[in-house]
């Protein structure tokens, strides 16, 4: 009986020193989120198919940075066509504590745009469609913009979430949208 004890302690001790020098996986601060909506772009009124990924770095459980860019593309409308890229550089705030779970935050940085527009006709007086060639005007702008996201985790890994945004450009463009987002901790 002696002898079972003991074997049973010993087994115990050393099982209990390997468990201790098991390292807790520590969630990572990086992420990487993807998204897809729609924006107007606000010089020309179009309507936009949007597309965007984004990277983010999780400084604090308060204070996220992210870089993402994005291409869109007019979905809508006859006469005209444009399509831009961007790229964006935020600063975030999760005034309610990112606890992983459920992060709502606000956010503000620069913004490039590159827009591509091109006219393709015109309606006259009497309705009647005129259809003429137009070379493609081009332009790009550097900006700010206002961000309000609310994500949600999915297991440890996975999240899901969406994105409203607005953002005003030197040249007079403004561009504001909406997206739904899905993303995974790298």
Do not use: C
């Amino acid at each position: 009986m002696k002898n079972i004890l003991l074997s049973l302690g010993l087994s115990v001790a050393l099982l209990g020193s390997v468990r201790a020098q098991e390292v807790e996986s520590k969630p990572s601060n990086l992420d990487f989120r993807t998204g897809t909506g729609i924006s107007l772009l606000g010089t020309s009124s179009m309507v936009m198919l949007t597309v965007e990924n984004e990277l983010n770095y999780r400084i604090t459980p308060h204070f996220t940075a992210s870089l993402s860019g994005g291409v869109a593309r007019s979905v809508w409308g006859y006469s005209e066509s444009a399509s831009y890229f961007q790229g964006n550089a935020n600063v975030f705030v999760s005034p309610f504590r990112n606890t992983r779970y459920l992060d709502f935050r606000l956010g503000s940085g620069l913004s490039y745009i590159d827009v591509t527009e091109v006219a393709n006709g015109l309606l006259d007086q009497r309705g009647n469609w005129i259809t003429f060639q137009n070379e493609p005007s081009q332009r790009q702008s550097l900006g700010i913009n206002f961000v309000v996201e609310y994500s949600l985790n999915i297991g440890e890994r996975y999240l899901i979430g969406t994105k409203i945004y607005t953002q005003q450009y030197t040249q007079g463009d403004a561009n504001t949208g909406l997206m739904l987002r899905a993303g995974f901790r790298i």
